[in-house]
């Protein structure tokens, strides 16, 4: 069992940053890979980033690519997610995820959940 918990969301103007993080419980926290999903109102769960288990391989959604950075520090069991040059489109609640298979860019494949944390990008 894997318990999320995010912080780090608010209302942030465009072009501005901020920076999440997840910590998560247990001690088995390096055996998953770690993602961040998003959901606006109205619209399916998106895959924004995910990195691998000893953190040497990030994935981006293409509309993330170059403003986003996700890492993660196994040692403080925290995967954390740099957002730069936000965008009023990046508003949306964003989850951490934790997943043991390889499928990094389905929601459906992920394991544990966050309860998420509100970001909010004002043009």
């Known amino acids: 069992q894997v318990q999320l918990v995010e912080s780090g969301g608010g209302l942030v103007q465009a072009g501005g940053s901020l920076r999440l993080s997840c910590a998560a419980s247990?001690?088995?926290?390096?055996?998953?890979?770690m993602g961040w999903f998003r959901q606006a109102p109205g619209k399916e769960r998106e895959f924004v980033a995910a990195?691998?288990?000893?953190?040497?391989?990030?994935y981006y959604a293409d509309s993330v690519k170059g403003r986003f950075t996700i890492s993660r520090d196994n040692a403080k069991n925290t995967v954390s997610l740099q957002m730069n040059s936000l965008k009023p489109e990046d508003t949306a609640a964003y989850y951490c995820?934790?997943?043991?298979?390889?499928?990094?860019?389905?929601?459906?494949?992920?394991?544990?959940w966050g309860q998420g944390t509100q970001v909010t990008v004002s043009a």
């Open positions: 995820a934790a997943l043991q298979g390889s499928t990094y860019y389905e929601a459906s494949s992920y394991d544990y």
């Open positions: 247990g001690r088995t926290f390096s055996r998953y890979v």
């Open positions: 990195i691998s288990r000893f953190g040497g391989s990030p």
